[in-house]
Nanobody, 128 residues
Framework: QVQLVESGGGLVQPGGSLRLSCAASGFTLDYYAIGWFRQAPGKEREGVSCISSSDGSTYYADSVKGRFTISRDNAKNTVYLQMNSLKPEDTAVYYC?????????????????????WGQGTQVTVSS
C-alpha cells in the first residue's frame, strides 16, 4: 500500500526557514519521482517542486526558485523540501505526491491530475 506522510510544517516569521519531510512507505522511493504541491485557502493546488529518480533532476515553480530546495535520502525513503526566505504568500497546506514514475511529469513540476498518490498535508504559516 502506497503511503506518503508529510511533516515539518509550522508557524514561522517572514524570512525564516522550515524543512518539510515526505516519508514514503509501501514502495521503494529510489525508483520514483516525488512532487511537492501547496494549497492556500480559496486557491487551487499548485505545484512547487519535483525531483526525479532517474538522474536526480529537480524542477521548481518560478515563485519558489532560489528559495526552496528539494532533495531525497533514499536510505531513509524520504524526500525533503528546504524552504528559506519564507514569505506570507507561502502560507498553505503542503502536500507530497507521486505517480510512481521515474521522471517528473513531462520533465517539469507537473499538475495535480498527473499525480496519483498523495499525503495528508502539513500546514505552513508564515506570519509575524
Amino acid at each position: 500500500q502506497v503511503q506518503l506522510v508529510e511533516s515539518g510544517g509550522g508557524l514561522v516569521q517572514p524570512g525564516g526557514s522550515l524543512r518539510l519531510s515526505c516519508a514514503a512507505s509501501g514502495f521503494t522511493l529510489d525508483y520514483y519521482a516525488i512532487g511537492w504541491f501547496r494549497q492556500a485557502p480559496g486557491k487551487e493546488r499548485e505545484g512547487v517542486s519535483c525531483i526525479s529518480s532517474s538522474d536526480g533532476s529537480t524542477y521548481y515553480a518560478d515563485s519558489v526558485k532560489g528559495r526552496f530546495t528539494i532533495s531525497r535520502d533514499n536510505a531513509k525513503n524520504t524526500v525533503y523540501l528546504q524552504m528559506n526566505s519564507l514569505k506570507p504568500e507561502d502560507t498553505a497546506v503542503y502536500y507530497c505526491a507521486t505517480d510512481l514514475k521515474g521522471d517528473c511529469p513531462h520533465l517539469r513540476v507537473g499538475l495535480q491530475y498527473e499525480y496519483d498518490y498523495w499525503g495528508q498535508g502539513t500546514q505552513v504559516t508564515v506570519s509575524s
